[in-house]
């Protein structure tokens, strides 16, 4: 069966916003250089279309999207959901400290990239 072109089109843009997103927080987060491993381990090592489904599949659940939707800081704090692939606990605590840590113009850019990374997503899951 062959993906369709609207689906391959809709990675793309995934894949791209992905890279343009990983950019912005290693500027946003210079001192934090497990960003930029996990840019190379999302541009070189995962297929977008693994990206992708994992953010489908965990991403778009009703109750984690309307975090999303809401911009509902729980989502960075409480929620292990964004988290569920990291073994190394102490690296997720840094990251939940991170949020805390950030000011109200980092967070709202965060919030802005991942409302629209989600949307690519569902339209993905639509086509």
Not at 9 to 17: C, E, G, R, T, Y
Not at 92 to 119: A, D, G, P, R, Y
Request: proline share 2%; charged share 25%.
């Amino acid at each position: 069966m062959s993906m369709s072109n609207t689906k391959i089109l809709l990675m793309k843009v995934f894949k791209d916003n992905l890279l343009e997103f990983m950019c912005e927080l290693i500027q946003q987060f210079p001192q934090e250089p497990d960003l930029q491993i996990i840019k190379i381990f999302f541009m070189e090592v995962c297929t977008v279309e693994d990206i992708i489904l994992y953010f489908c599949e965990h991403l778009l659940r009703p109750d984690v999207k309307s975090m999303i939707d809401t911009k509902n800081d729980n989502f960075f704090i409480d929620n292990d959901t964004l988290f569920s692939g990291i073994k190394n606990q102490s690296k997720v605590f840094h990251f939940k400290n991170l949020w805390n840590q950030s000011n109200k113009h980092q967070k709202e850019m965060i919030w802005q990239w991942f409302q629209k990374i989600t949307k690519i997503a569902h339209l993905y899951t639509q086509a």
